[in-house]
């Protein structure tokens, strides 16, 4: 197994101890472990772990104010319900949020 799969195995592994951690000090023990696997990944992969997270936090910041700008804010709802898709993460797109019924 190439050194990559063992690492992307152990982040599988974290994240199924993560959700099925009970506690929140066992949640942040977990959450913890996670994210030092996946900083591992990253560096791996040849990419800064802390670049690639300011980043991240760039561009949510920048598609933040994206959205405050919208139509949506313009008629007085700037912000998505939080049901909506349209915080899923920094990987995905702003999207209009759902109409409401």
């Known amino acids: 197994m190439a050194p990559r799969e063992g690492t992307l195995d152990k982040v599988r592994e974290e994240l199924a ?5 009970e506690s929140l000090d066992e ?4 959450l913890g472990d996670l994210l030092w696997i996946i900083a ?5 992969d040849g990419i800064d772990p802390e ?11 920048r ?7 919208s139509p949506a804010s ?3 709802n ?10 899923s993460g920094p990987g995905k797109k702003p999207s209009a949020a759902p109409p409401s019924n």
Do not use: H, I, Q, V
């Open 40 to 44: 591992k990944l990253a560096r791996d």
């Open 51 to 61: 670049e690639a997270l300011r980043a991240a936090n760039r561009k949510f910041a």
């Open 27 to 30: 949640r942040r023990e977990e």
């Open 17 to 21: 101890e993560l959700l099925a951690a």
């Open 78 to 87: 700037p912000w998505p319900s939080a049901r909506s898709k349209t915080w």
């Open 63 to 69: 598609r933040f104010t994206e959205m405050s700008r």
């Open 74 to 76: 313009a008629a007085g």
